[in-house]
């Protein structure tokens, strides 16, 4: 499940990728392969766009979509059978991170205002890759995207990229835990029952790790199926102070949240309490990219240093692609060590049906849509 820029091909949901640099394996060595940039045989693909921000009706299906072609050398093209949703595909629907994100299409503001229209919403895909840039060399033709699970469907492996990059970023680059020093942890994962939570359940177990999940009462037996050592029903309030002394929290809430949790905290001990909401999007939807870049640096280092005097290091954590972390986690899904949580699937003309489900929250997994059949 290695990442790469990813074009799309058809019927599917997703952008590009950020491609991460690799040393080919020895499969690919010496192998002469056929490399087109072309735009095969044709120049328009169906899919689901929007025209402007807004609720769930800003969905359009078009038959006319323009159909992507390689520009640069590191980029594939895939052929997508299934795609999951993010809850983060909803708030972009409305608009979030778009003065982030046209900054980072157009950094010198040449093209007009709204020019990203129209647009394809999503980021995790399972497929199969049509097309290799001229500077690919980690992969080829026909493999499956980004070498897959062997164990898994395309359904199945769609729900695992974004949840587990963002997961390892918190927890590993973030939170500084790795499989060899997990074993007398004790971790606290606040909002366990959604996408993040149950890979990281899973991740955390598989590393030894001895595991607190806060979720709903109806979702309990859920999260203990997973692994879960011991579930708190959130709808009863904080986390009774009885159960402090954690190493590390992972908060997937936010909120007020923040005010009592990060008591739970053994001090002066290294622990850490890493959220992954933070307001980087909101400040710079708000005040510009450069304005909201200031606000967010002066927030997170003000209470960096404020948890700081009192024993304990906050951090923000974020997705983050990692090819290398794909590959290891891949080889973990294999042996059985982590499975996909997939709450609901939708076919491709239920697209706004996927984000209507998405949208009401209390997820269980990951809520995933079926854009084609087959992988031949």
């Known amino acids: 499940m290695t990442s790469a820029n990813i074009l799309v091909h058809t019927r599917l949901l997703v952008p590009m990728r950020k491609a ?3 040393n080919p394996p020895s499969r690919l060595q010496n192998q002469s392969r056929r490399i087109s940039t072309s735009r095969r045989c044709r120049d328009v693909m169906p899919a689901w766009v929007i025209d402007k921000y807004g609720s769930n009706d800003v969905l359009r299906f078009t038959r006319n979509a323009s159909f992507p072609s390689i520009t640069y050398p590191n980029e594939v093209m895939v052929k997508v059978f299934a795609a999951g949703l993010n809850p983060l595909d909803v708030s972009m629907r409305g608009g979030y991170g778009a003065a982030t994100l046209s900054m980072k299409r157009d950094p010198l503001s040449i093209s007009r205002s709204g020019s990203e229209f129209p647009l394809i919403l999503g980021r995790d895909v399972s497929g199969v890759i049509m097309e290799c840039g001229l500077g690919v060399k980690y992969f080829q033709e026909r493999d499956e995207i980004s070498w897959k699970p062997k164990s898994l469907s395309h359904t199945e492996a769609a729900a695992m990229p974004y949840v587990a990059a963002t997961a390892w970023s918190a927890l590993v680059n973030t939170g500084g835990l790795s499989k060899d020093n997990c074993g007398n942890k004790r971790i606290l994962i606040l909002g366990g029952s959604g996408g993040v939570g149950t890979f990281a359940i899973q991740l955390l177990k598989a590393w030894g790790a001895h595991v607190t999940v806060t979720c ?11 692994g879960a050592d011991h579930v708190v029903d959130y709808t009863d309030g904080p986390v009774d102070v009885s159960l402090s002394g954690f190493d590390l929290i992972l908060d997937n809430v936010g909120g007020d949240t923040e005010r009592w949790a990060l008591g739970l905290l ?3 001990s290294g622990s850490k309490y890493v959220t992954l909401v933070t307001p980087f999007m909101q400040n710079t939807d708000r005040l510009g990219v450069a304005d909201g870049m200031m606000q967010t640096a002066a927030t997170v280092a003000s209470k960096a240093l404020k948890h700081l005097l009192r024993g304990v290091h906050y951090r923000w954590g974020f997705f983050a692609p990692s090819g290398p972390a794909l590959d290891e986690i891949r080889d973990m899904v294999d042996k059985g060590q982590i499975r996909p949580v997939v709450e609901e699937t939708f076919s491709f003309c239920q697209v706004p049906q996927a984000f209507q489900k998405l ?13 084609s059949t087959g992988g031949t």
């Open 20 to 22: 991460c640099a690799r």
């Open 216 to 226: 709903s009462q109806n979702a309990e037996q859920f999260v203990r199926g997973l």
């Open 266 to 268: 053994k001090p002066w």
């Open 359 to 371: 949208e009401k929250g209390h997820a269980r997994g990951k809520t995933v849509v079926r854009v």
